[in-house]
C-alpha cells in the first residue's frame, strides 16, 4: 500500500497566521491526491481534490499544491473556524485508498 | 437538501454481525458510487471500501483489514447503502461514516473524490 506521511501531527497558528500542511505520498501518485477537514465531533469534508482544485463553496484563503510524492496544503490566513483536523488521502492505487495521519490545527 | 443518514450502529460482541444502513436524498442516487470510512476512537480516517454505481457493474472494493468479513450492497430503488459487518472484532470499533462518491474511470477520467459525508453511526465491539 501507498503509505501517506503528513507533518506536522499538530500546530498551533495565531489568528491571520498563514499556515502550511505537508503530505509525502510513498511512491508517485501524479496529483491524485484530496484534502479532507475535520472539525471536532464532526464529519469530514472535502476541500481539495485533485491536489490543487478548490470544492464548491470552500472559502479561497484554502488551496493545496504539489505532484508525484509531495503536496503542500496552505490556509493563507487562519480563522477561528479552521480549527480541526485536516488529512490527505490519495486514490492513486484503487482500492488501496489510504489517508494521512492528521494535522491537529489550533489557535495560538 | 444533499444529505447521507447512517442508523443500525449498536453495541455487539465480538464474532457477531451488524448491518449499517445509509440512507441518501437530495441527489440521484444511482449516479454515483458509495463508499464507507471508518474512525476508531481518537484515531484517524480508515477508509473500509466502496461499491460503483450501477453504470460501473455495481461492484465492490475492500480495504484489506476487512476483506471477507464486510460486505457493501446497494438499493438504488430505495437509496440505501449498506455495510454487513460479519465476525467482528474489537478492533472494528469505531464510527462509521457513508459518504458520496465522485468517482470516474474509464480510460478518459480518473477520478475518486468523497464529496458528501454523513454524520457517522458508533460501532462498539466489545464483550
Known amino acids: 500500500d501507498i503509505q501517506m506521511t503528513q507533518s506536522p501531527s499538530s500546530l498551533s497558528a495565531s489568528v491571520g497566521d498563514r499556515v502550511t500542511i505537508t503530505c509525502q505520498a510513498s511512491?508517485?501518485?501524479?496529483?491524485?491526491l484530496n484534502w479532507y477537514q475535520q472539525k471536532p465531533g464532526k464529519a469530514p469534508k472535502l476541500l481539495i481534490y485533485?491536489?490543487?482544485n478548490l470544492e464548491t463553496g470552500v472559502p479561497s484563503r484554502f488551496s493545496g499544491s504539489g505532484s508525484g510524492t509531495d503536496f503542500t496544503f496552505t490556509i493563507s490566513s487562519l480563522q477561528p473556524e479552521d480549527i480541526a483536523t485536516y488529512y490527505c488521502?490519495?486514490?492513486?492505487?484503487?482500492?488501496?485508498?489510504?489517508f494521512g495521519g492528521g494535522t491537529k490545527v489550533e489557535i495560538k | 437538501e444533499v444529505q447521507l443518514v447512517e442508523s443500525g450502529g449498536g453495541l455487539v460482541q465480538p464474532g457477531r454481525s451488524l448491518r449499517l444502513s445509509c440512507t441518501a436524498s437530495?441527489?440521484?442516487?444511482?449516479?454515483?458510487?458509495m463508499s464507507w470510512v471508518r474512525q476508531a476512537p481518537g484515531k484517524g480516517l480508515e477508509w473500509v471500501g466502496f461499491?460503483?454505481?450501477?453504470?460501473?457493474?455495481?461492484?465492490?472494493e475492500y480495504a484489506a483489514s476487512v476483506k471477507g468479513r464486510f460486505t457493501i450492497s446497494r438499493d438504488d430503488s430505495k437509496s440505501i447503502a449498506y455495510l454487513q459487518m460479519n465476525s467482528l472484532k474489537t478492533e472494528d470499533t469505531a464510527v462509521y461514516y457513508c459518504?458520496?462518491?465522485?468517482?470516474?474511470?474509464?480510460?478518459?477520467?480518473?477520478?475518486?473524490?468523497?464529496?458528501?459525508w454523513g454524520k457517522g453511526t458508533t460501532v462498539t465491539v466489545s464483550s
Open positions: 461499491i460503483r454505481s450501477k453504470a460501473y457493474g455495481g461492484t465492490t
Open positions: 437530495g441527489f440521484t442516487f444511482g449516479d454515483y458510487a
Open positions: 511512491q508517485d501518485i501524479s496529483n491524485y
Open positions: 488521502q490519495q486514490y492513486d492505487n484503487l482500492p488501496a485508498l489510504t
Open positions: 485533485d491536489a490543487s
Open positions: 459518504t458520496r462518491v465522485r468517482y470516474c474511470t474509464n480510460g478518459v477520467c480518473y477520478y475518486y473524490y468523497m464529496d458528501v
